[in-house]
């Protein structure tokens, strides 16, 4: 006679608890947080933002955990890798977010520059990153300068001119008038470097603005200057190509590349003829990287 066996389906493990997070994890999430927040720092130069780097990368927990930290203080996480660090831009939000209004009152007693200021920074991003595919590509690096931002700004001034005067559109704005359009025909008309006895630039000259913009992307580690010629000489960084990359989708961007920029590699301005039809109603206030109000 055999003897009957009941089978019966193993247990499954019961699941295992998450780990609590400790306060020295918390204190490590805000400290890789607060790297990001020093765009000049290079993780290849600094053992403890590597070290944090490598951890975010391995240890999935700890990412959510320095991601949550990000978001706590309004900053939105671009990228997390050797070559740009944590990469964060502030949410319009965040008391970390810099405004177009804010860097002009910096940067100019005139309120009214505020169109040059943000058209200087959509003209050095236009000219960084001609093409989607540069954008797309890490390995790019885009090159810009001083006197080739505020060439471009003027060929592209001439060219809104010449359609304005044959389509029979007033080509004398007043000069609060809002928008980007208007503010490159005032972009023409202000002297390129000022009209002082021994040449030296002025800041409310058109290339003054633009070595204002560079600079301020030079100190929040988007470019990395490496010469002095034609006004100075420009390379961009990863996170230069992060940011925008970002915003690559705002308005003005995409309708001042629609002017037809010819790709280059020394920082020299160069146009294309615009397609027929194209609408360059720039909106105001547009200036990569601020915040409009």
Same mark, same amino acid.
């Given at each position: 006679?055999?003897?009957?066996?009941?089978?019966?389906?193993?247990?499954?493990? /019961?699941?295992? *608890?998450? !780990?609590?997070? %400790?306060?020295?994890?918390a204190a490590d999430a805000a400290r890789l947080v607060s790297f990001g927040l020093q765009p000049k720092l290079q993780p290849a130069r600094d053992q403890e933002y590597a070290d944090l780097l490598r951890r975010y990368r391995e240890d999935p927990?700890? /990412?959510?955990? *320095?991601? !949550?930290?990000? %978001?706590?203080?309004?900053?939105?996480?671009?990228?997390?890798?050797?070559r740009a660090g944590m990469a964060v831009t502030a949410a319009e939000d965040s008391v970390f977010a810099v405004r177009m209004g804010d860097y002009a009152r910096r940067t100019s007693a005139d309120g009214g520059d505020r169109f040059l200021h943000g058209l200087a920074h959509l003209a050095v991003a236009a000219m960084a990153f001609p093409r989607p595919e540069d954008l797309a590509d890490d390995g790019y690096i885009g090159r810009v300068t001083v006197n080739g931002?505020?060439?471009?700004?003027?060929?592209?001034?001439?060219?809104?001119?010449?359609?304005?005067?044959?389509?029979?559109?007033?080509?004398?704005?007043?000069?609060?008038?809002?928008?980007?359009?208007?503010?490159?025909?005032?972009w023409v008309r202000r002297s390129s470097t000022g009209a002082t006895k021994d040449a030296r630039r002025l800041a409310g000259s058109t290339t003054g603005i633009v070595a204002k913009a560079v600079a301020f992307l030079?100190?929040?580690?988007?470019?990395?200057?490496?010469?002095?010629?034609?006004?100075?000489?420009?390379?961009?960084?990863?996170?230069?190509?992060?940011?925008?990359r970002d915003m690559a989708g705002s308005a003005a961007l995409a309708e001042l590349l629609e002017l037809g920029v010819v790709p280059v590699t020394d920082?020299?301005?160069?146009?294309?003829?615009?397609?027929?039809?194209?609408?360059?109603?720039?909106?105001?206030?547009?200036?990569?990287?601020?915040?409009?109000?």
């Open positions: 006679m055999s003897e009957h066996v009941e089978w019966s389906e193993p247990e499954a493990p /019961a699941p295992t *608890a998450p !780990a609590a997070v %400790t306060p020295a994890d927990p700890f /990412a959510r955990l *320095a991601d !949550a930290v990000a %978001t706590g203080l309004g900053l939105i996480v671009l990228e997390v890798s050797p931002v505020d060439a471009f700004v003027r060929q592209a001034c001439r060219r809104l001119e010449e359609r304005a005067a044959e389509q029979g559109e007033n080509t004398d704005p007043a000069t609060d008038a809002p928008g980007l359009e208007a503010a490159w025909r005032i030079t100190e929040s580690g988007f470019l990395q200057r490496t010469g002095d010629d034609n006004g100075g000489t420009y390379r961009t960084t990863a996170r230069y190509q992060l940011q925008v920082g020299t301005p160069t146009l294309l003829p615009p397609e027929e039809g194209d609408d360059l109603d720039l909106v105001a206030d547009a200036g990569l990287p601020f915040h409009s109000s």
